[in-house]
């Protein structure tokens, strides 16, 4: 059965990718779509599958996709490896899709290093510990790429503690790596937000950074962990950026006792949302909402909406229960932010009466960053106020150790506590996000 395939021309930060196809064109997997114009910053645009082009718009290019479908792809015709990273279109595959070859285009006046980020930051999502588990060297080599081009004497491999059999492998295919005594595996404790930039440098550089400062200021790059899997695909095998591995899981068809995580490799871009989840079983009846991401900073979908290079998880949740007539929420700038609260306050039918943010969270840029992530100093006042606004409830976004605090005083202030986790968790049989001892 045919499908279409849409392909948004922004799909990261930096410019929109500007059509290199017009309506009726035959598209062959790993063709240039749209471009981004000389001394703009952005990522191209490559189809993922072969068929016709059925609409070119001011925002997307839809393709209408033969029904065989072949692995084989248009290769790259670069040959330096920056210049494949950027032609590929890599950009950060586990959060706001920055490029990568401008991260990577500066060479290190010190001794520099390379982090790459395999936390696995967000709760229910396993797909980047798999492909660890499953080609560790892929992982290296993608980090022995970024250490060359950037001139970085070090490289950190930085994953959970708990992920002890993809620890086993990365240590394993080390120590068949030229560059092994270059590179270490960093171990994180196993809690949220273990991932975040500044995190990682602090848990593996010992350096806390300002709220406005980049890793570069710690002579460091952080890289996630499928990007540096992409970048090794850019460089060896010349191949565009046009498949993404995901975790699918939640209230889905096909497992009648308990709730599934699923891992899939190589989606192609440009899939949509519900032919997915069909193909997995389809969305059980009664669900909430299908996330795309995690359950912290991801997002509501919908099923014809189409999957992007950020994309790392379809989550289909658990449904709304119902809420308190007034709520209170609190943002944590490591979670949910202030729109993405009200929108779940609304699906519980609750009247929103105020909002407060984390003590830490420093407003930078229309957006909160956190001064110490996952190390919280207490929400106590924010609670009391909440509660002072008429709350008899409240939503919260918080880290793991904000929620340890949160739930430290409002229960004995007699306001229940949610969680923007809530319904992903519940979906997938995981402990609710509360005091974690």
């Keep these: 059965m045919r499908q279409m395939y849409c392909f948004p021309l922004i799909q990261g930060i930096g410019a929109k990718a500007a059509p290199t196809v017009v309506k009726g064109d035959n598209i062959c997997r790993g063709q240039l779509l749209a471009y981004i114009e000389e001394g703009k910053m952005g990522c191209p645009i490559y189809s993922s599958v072969s068929g016709i082009v059925k609409e070119v718009s001011e925002n997307k290019i839809v393709i209408d996709a033969d029904e065989k479908q072949e692995a084989t ?80 004497k070090r490289g950190i491999i930085a994953i959970k503690e708990i992920h002890e059999k993809a620890i086993t492998k990365l240590k394993e295919a080390l120590g068949e790596s030229e560059q092994k005594e270059k590179i270490r595996v960093t171990l994180l404790p196993n809690m949220y937000p273990m991932g975040e930039e500044r995190a990682l440098i602090r848990e593996t550089l ?16 952080v890289i996630n962990a499928e990007t540096a899997c992409r970048i090794q695909e850019a460089v060896d095998l010349k191949k565009p950026l046009i498949d993404k591995n995901m975790t699918v899981a939640g209230k889905i068809n096909g497992c009648e006792k308990e709730n599934i995580i699923k891992v899939l490799m190589d989606v192609p871009i440009g899939k949509s949302v519900g032919s997915i989840l069909d193909e ?18 991801g997002k509501r979908t919908e099923p014809d909406k189409p999957v992007v290079k950020t994309t790392g ?16 929420l609190l943002v944590c700038a490591c979670g949910a932010d202030e729109k993405r609260l009200r929108e779940i306050a609304e699906s519980l039918g609750s009247s929103v009466v105020g909002v407060e943010s984390c003590k830490q969270a420093i407003p930078v840029k229309n957006t909160l960053k956190c001064e110490n992530p ?17 709350a008899q409830a409240v939503l919260i ?24 986790t809530d319904q992903a968790n519940r979906a997938v049989n995981i402990k609710l996000i509360r005091k974690i001892h």
């Design 73 to 152: 792809y248009i290769k790259l015709t670069e040959t330096e490896p920056l210049k494949l990273i950027q032609k590929a279109g890599i950009i950060g595959l586990g959060g706001a899709g920055f490029p990568t070859y401008v991260k990577l285009s500066g060479k290190f006046q010190g001794e520099g290093t390379v982090i790459i980020n395999a936390a696995e930051c967000e709760p229910i999502l396993e797909h980047n510990i798999r492909a660890i588990e499953e080609n560790p060297k892929q992982l290296l080599r993608g980090l022995e790429i970024a250490m060359d081009i950037t001139g970085a």
């Design 206 to 221: 010992g350096k806390l950074l300002p709220v406005t400062s980049l890793p570069l200021e710690a002579d460091a790059i």
């Design 280 to 297: 997995q079983g389809g969305c059980r009846e009664g669900y909430g909402e299908i996330i795309m991401g995690g359950p912290f900073t």
């Design 313 to 328: 998880g379809l989550i289909v949740t658990e449904c709304f229960p119902k809420g308190p007539e007034k709520i209170g």
């Design 374 to 390: 996952g190390k919280c100093p207490g929400q106590v006042q924010k609670i009391m106020k909440l509660k002072k606004a008429g």
């Design 397 to 420: 976004s918080n880290c793991t150790d904000c929620s340890n605090t949160v739930m430290s005083c409002a229960p004995k202030l007699g306001l229940p506590v949610y969680h923007c």
